[in-house]
Nanobody, 117 residues
């Protein structure tokens, strides 16, 4: 059974930090590229960051470059999103996604991140 279990969201003040985790099971994690998406109220879901299966390459949305870092630990079958210098505009539900091909494509349950004073 495929599972992507997210943790680490919550309420943080502007300028603060959070680290999201996406713990996976039920598939060969090291074969999958991992991504983080977010969806704010009334907006479409957008790609925040992605990392290749071996972790050798990462990409970021312009809005988070220099503030967010995506990483993965293939030994722990877990992906992470370190978020620093958070802004109110980062408030959204964040989702992790594992993709190997058009058929093997899985999503986490989502976790709320709220940046507010």
């Amino acid at each position: 059974q495929v599972q992507l279990v997210q943790s680490g969201g919550g309420l943080v003040q502007p300028g603060g930090s959070l680290r999201l985790s996406c713990a996976t099971s039920g598939f060969t994690f090291s074969n999958y590229a991992m991504s983080w998406y977010r969806q704010a109220p009334g907006k479409e879901r957008e790609l925040v960051a992605s990392i290749t299966s071996a972790g050798g390459s990462t990409n970021y949305a312009d809005s988070v470059k220099g503030r967010f870092t995506i990483s993965r630990d293939n030994a722990k079958n877990t992906a992470y999103l370190q978020m620093n210098s958070l802004k109110p505009g980062d408030t959204a539900v964040y989702y992790c996604r594992a993709v190997a091909n058009w058929r093997d494509d899985y999503w986490g349950q989502g976790t709320q991140v709220t940046v507010s004073s």
